[in-house]
C-alpha cells in the first residue's frame, strides 16, 4: 500500500504524513491506521482518503474502507525533545562512518522541535511559502534558490524555515544545517575579526548544506556584515546549497542594502506569509491544545481565535492565558471565563450566547448528552431539561421562536408551550427554580465573586 502511496504524492508529503501512520489492522471490515492527533485524523480524511482506498482497490480489495484513530498518547513522539532516539519510521541512527550521532544531535539542537511540517496550519494565508519551503525541502539547492519568506511578525517564517531542516535532518541526517539570526550572524563575525578567527568563521558558514538566516533585513546599514554574508552567500550558491532567509519585507523595501545583494535575494523566489483567516487561526488553537493536552471547547476557541487575529504567537499566548486563568481560578473553560481572562489585554467583548451553548450547559447540568435532549424522548427526565432549555434560549438569545423550533425539531407552538410551562413552574417547582437560576447564572458570564472564590 505504502508503495503504490508513494508514487503518487511527494517525497516530502511522504515522509511527513506516512511515515508516523500506524497499522492498526482490521476492523469490521476497515483498515485502520493510527494517527498522531485529530489534527492529522482530519488531515488524512480530507486528502488521502480517496489516494488510500486506491491502493487497496490496486491490492484486489472490492470495497475498500478505511478509516483513522487517533493514537494514545504515550505512543505520540512529537513533543519529546529531550528523548534522542528517533521516532518511528524515521531514519535510524548513524552508522559507523556515516553521520556522527553528534552532527544530529548539534543539527537538531538549534531546531525547535515543534516547528516541523506536520505542526503548521496550512490556508489561504501561507499555503504559496508552504508550498515553497516543501518544494525546497524535496529539491535543496535545486528547486528555488534562495528562498525568501517575508511577512509581518509571528506570522511562521522561523517555523517554515525550521521544518524544512527538520525534513532535511529526518532525511538525509549528514547534511549540515545552520540556523542564525542575523544578529547572531554580525556578532559572530565581530567575534571572528576580534579574535582573529576569520578562516574559522568561514568554514563554519560556508561548509553547510543549508543555511536558514532569520530577519535579515537586520542587514541594513552594516557594510561589513553585507560583505562578508555576500561572499558567503556566493560560496553557498555557487556550490548547490540550499539558502532560506527570512525578512519583515520584501529585497527591495530592505533599505540600505547594497544592490549586488538585493539582486541575489531577487534570484530564487520570494513569497510571503499574510495575518491567518478565521478557520485558519481555529483550526492552530486546536492543534495547539491537543499538543498541549488541554481539553478545551470548540466554542471557547473561537472566541479566542476572534480575538487575536494578527499575530499567531500571541493567539498561541492568548490560549495559554486563559488555560492558566482557569486553572487557577478553578474554574472549567467557558466563553465568559475566556473573555474574562483575554479583558486586561483586549477590549472586553461581549459573549454572545449561542443556542449550541444552552443546549450544551443544560446538558451537562442534567447530565444527559445534549442529543438525547433534542431528540424525542417523552419521559419527564428528558422533557423538563428540553423545556428549561428553550426557556432559556428564548432568554438569552435573539432567536425566534420557529428557529428556536427548528433547532430542536420541533415547530414553534412546542417552544410556546414549553415556555409557558417553565414560567408556570418557577417559584413553584424547585427543581426547575435552581436549574433555571443557576444556568442562567453559568451563561451570562461568572462574577467576580465566583473567581475570586
Ligand atoms: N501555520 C501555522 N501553524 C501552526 N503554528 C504556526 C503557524 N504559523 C505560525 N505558527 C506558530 O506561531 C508562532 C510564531 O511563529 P514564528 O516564530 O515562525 O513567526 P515569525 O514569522 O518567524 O516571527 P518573527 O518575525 O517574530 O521571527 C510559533 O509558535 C509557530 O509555531
Not at 519551503?133 to 519568506?149: D, H, Q, R, T, W
Not at 517554515?160 to 531542516?165: E, Q, S
Not at 480575538?307 to 499567531?312: D, G, L, R
Amino acid at each position: 500500500m505504502l508503495g503504490y502511496v508513494r508514487k503518487n504524492i511527494s517525497e516530502v508529503e511522504y515522509h511527513t504524513w506516512f511515515a508516523p501512520v500506524k497499522n492498526l489492522g482490521v476492523q469490521e471490515g476497515s483498515l485502520v491506521l493510527g494517527v498522531r492527533n485529530s489534527f492529522a485524523q482530519e488531515w488524512f480524511r480530507k486528502h488521502y482518503l480517496e489516494l488510500l482506498e486506491d491502493a487497496l482497490r490496486s491490492l484486489g480489495a472490492q470495497n475498500p474502507q478505511v478509516s483513522f484513530q487517533v493514537l494514545p498518547a504515550a505512543q505520540d513522539t512529537l513533543f519529546s525533545p529531550a528523548d534522542p532516539s528517533p521516532a518511528p519510521g524515521r531514519p535510524p541512527p548513524s552508522t559507523p562512518g556515516g553521520p556522527s550521532a553528534q552532527d544530529q544531535a548539534e543539527n537538531r539542537k538549534r531546531l525547535n522541535p515543534k516547528y516541523t511540517f506536520e505542526n503548521f496550519v496550512v490556508g489561504p494565508n501561507n499555503n504559496l511559502a508552504h508550498a515553497a519551503a516543501m518544494g525546497v525541502a524535496e529539491s535543496p539547492g535545486k528547486a528555488y534558490n534562495p528562498l525568501f519568506i517575508y511577512g509581518d511578525v509571528g506570522l511562521g517564517k522561523t517555523h517554515l524555515m525550521h521544518a524544512v531542516g527538520h525534513y532535511m535532518s529526518e532525511r538525509f541526517p549528514e547534511k549540515r544545517i545552520e540556523y542564525v539570526s542575523t544578529e547572531s550572524f554580525t556578532n559572530d563575525l565581530i567575534n571572528a575579526i576580534r579574535d582573529d578567527k576569520m578562516t574559522q568563521f568561514r568554514n563554519r558558514y560556508r561548509s553547510v548544506d543549508l543555511l536558514l538566516v532569520d530577519d535579515i533585513q537586520f542587514l541594513a546599514g552594516k557594510e561589513r556584515t553585507q560583505e562578508e554574508f555576500f561572499h558567503t552567500f556566493n560560496a553557498l550558491y555557487e556550490n548547490h546549497k540550499q539558502i532560506i532567509l527570512s525578512s519583515d519585507r520584501p529585497p527591495k523595501d530592505i533599505q540600505t542594502l547594497e544592490g549586488r545583494l538585493r539582486s541575489r535575494f531577487e534570484w530564487g523566489l520570494i513569497t510571503d506569509i499574510q495575518s491567518p483567516e478565521y478557520e485558519t487561526r481555529v483550526a492552530i488553537l486546536k492543534m495547539n491544545a491537543e499538543h498541549n493536552r488541554i481539553d478545551i471547547p470548540q466554542d471557547v476557541l473561537e472566541l479566542i481565535a476572534r480575538q487575536v487575529t494578527k499575530n499567531i504567537r500571541e493567539l498561541e499566548g492568548a490560549l495559554m492565558r486563559v488555560v492558566a486563568f482557569s486553572s487557577l481560578n478553578n474554574v472549567p473553560f467557558s466563553r465568559a471565563v475566556a473573555a474574562k481572562a483575554l479583558s486586561n489585554i483586549f477590549a472586553p467583548q461581549e459573549v454572545k450566547v449561542e443556542m449550541m451553548d444552552v443546549l450544551r450547559q443544560v446538558a451537562s447540568h442534567f447530565n444527559m448528552p445534549p442529543d438525547v435532549i433534542r431528540g424525542s424522548g417523552r419521559v419527564r427526565e428528558v422533557v423538563v431539561p428540553r423545556q428549561v432549555a428553550q426557556y432559556l434560549i428564548r432568554e438569552l438569545t435573539d432567536h425566534s421562536l420557529p428557529e428556536i423550533g427548528q433547532f430542536f425539531g420541533r415547530d414553534h407552538s412546542t417552544v410556546m408551550h414549553a415556555i409557558s410551562k417553565v414560567t408556570e413552574q418557577l417559584g413553584k417547582d424547585q427543581e426547575v427554580t435552581a436549574s433555571v437560576e443557576l444556568l442562567r447564572r453559568k451563561m451570562q458570564g461568572l462574577d467576580d465573586e465566583d473567581l475570586d472564590a
